[in-house]
T-cell receptor, first 114, second 111 residues
Framework: EAGVTQFPSHSVIEKGQTVTLRCDPI?????LYWYRRVMGKEIKFLLH????????ESGMPNNRFLAERTGGTYSTLKVQPAELEDSGVYFC????????????FGSGTRLTVV | KQEVTQIPAALSVPEGENLVLNCSFT??????LQWFRQDPGKGLTSLLL?????REQTSGRLNASLDKSSGRSTLYIAASQPGDSATYLC??????????FGQGTRLTINP
């Protein structure tokens, strides 16, 4: 089966600009998650979709971050306007049965805000 | 609040040695625990998933154990190879389906 696909793999933007990250989960996986790792810190949860609904968005840092999942398929994470502290690696993961099969992660998007 | 700690932060060993990576967590109310590896600039690759009712899981040269009551897991790598060099991450899964990660152990296997 195809894995979790994320793009772009890298993005460099200026402070104040907008960036949109995209994640295509494994086909048939209802659960989709966003995580991020900022420099020197552990990977942290951002939010969880079940199909097109946000199940848990407690990890979203502030209202500059907006996540959507169109029709329960791919998801986008928009940062607007971007700040320097948003730099890091953003990971997407999907799962059909996390308690039994765990999670499959994408390769991540490395975001650099200058 | 769940906290996951991995020790050591970095480890360098000669090829062929057996080694153990440690992971501890503060809240024993977990559903399962997953070990990942991350190669530089790449995503996370799942290695082993241990459900809360299990004590250990094995895959090839890898063996992961789980002791929920003491809040500990270990990842044992037998006969290490240079290709095992990577960062190894431990993550616990709790009721809200959030993964809580440790900071990882950066492993270097020297030929």
């Amino acid at each position: 089966e195809a894995g979790v696909t994320q793009f772009p793999s890298h993005s460099v933007i200026e402070k104040g600009q907008t960036v949109t990250l995209r994640c295509d989960p494994i086909s048939g996986h209802d659960n989709l998650y966003w995580y991020r790792r900022v420099m020197g810190k552990e990977i942290k949860f951002l939010l969880h979709f079940v199909k097109e609904s946000k199940q848990d968005e407690s990890g979203m840092p502030n209202n500059r971050f907006l996540a959507e999942r169109t029709g329960g398929t791919y998801s986008t994470l928009k940062v607007q306007p971007a700040e320097l502290e948003d730099s890091g690696v953003y990971f997407c993961a999907s799962s059909q049965a996390p308690g039994v099969r765990g999670y499959t992660f994408g390769s991540g998007t490395r975001l650099t805000v200058v | 609040k769940q906290e996951v700690t991995q020790i050591p932060a970095a480890l360098s060993v000669p090829e062929g040695e057996n080694l153990v990576l440690n992971c501890s967590f503060t809240d024993s109310a977990i559903y399962n625990l997953q070990w990942f590896r991350q190669d530089p600039g790449k995503g996370l690759t799942s290695l082993l998933l241990i459900q809360s009712s299990q004590r250990e899981q094995t895959s090839g040269r890898l063996n992961a154990s789980l002791d929920k009551s003491s809040g500990r897991s270990t990842l044992y790598i037998a006969a290490s190879q240079p290709g095992d060099s990577a960062t190894y991450l431990c993550a616990v899964i709790q009721g809200a389906q959030k993964l809580v990660f440790g900071q990882g152990t950066r492993l270097t296997i020297n030929p």
